[in-house]
Nanobody, 121 residues
Framework: VQLQASGGGLVQAGGSLRLSCAASGQLFSNYVLGWFRQAPGKEREFVARMRWSGISTLYADSVKGRFTISRDGVKNTVYLQMNRLEPEDTAVYYC???????????????WGQGTLVTVSS
């Protein structure tokens, strides 16, 4: 399965963006879809994840209540709705697919190319 992320851009603090991650190939209900981000000079960090079945969502504490992960089974796409964005959210955002229900990057097998989100203050 290949992943194609899109939707990044420049937004002012307090604004919103929606990232998309289109998957080619069949997705099974037990697959785990996740979003990670990597800011300049920092390690890649977990943002959110869900099973393709739509259950068992989990968020990093830093985004809880502001970000929402969701899916569209018809479009084979997973989304990350980001509200009340903060300058600290500036990073390259990656979608990922795996079989383990973990939060470490090592738990995911396939990665999209990344999309840049820049939040200005």
């Amino acid at each position: 399965v290949q992943l194609q992320a899109s939707g990044g851009g420049l937004v002012q603090a307090g604004g919103s963006l929606r990232l998309s991650c289109a998957a080619s190939g069949q997705l099974f209900s037990n697959y785990v879809l996740g979003w990670f981000r990597q800011a300049p000079g920092k390690e890649r960090e977990f943002v959110a994840r869900m099973r393709w079945s739509g259950i068992s969502t989990l968020y990093a504490d830093s985004v809880k209540g502001r970000f929402t992960i969701s899916r569209d089974g018809v479009k084979n796409t997973v989304y990350l709705q980001m509200n009340r964005l903060e300058p600290e959210d500036t990073a390259v955002y990656y979608c990922a697919l795996g079989m383990e229900f973990g939060t470490r990057p090592e738990a995911f097998d396939s990665w999209g190319q990344g999309t840049l989100v820049t939040v200005s203050s």
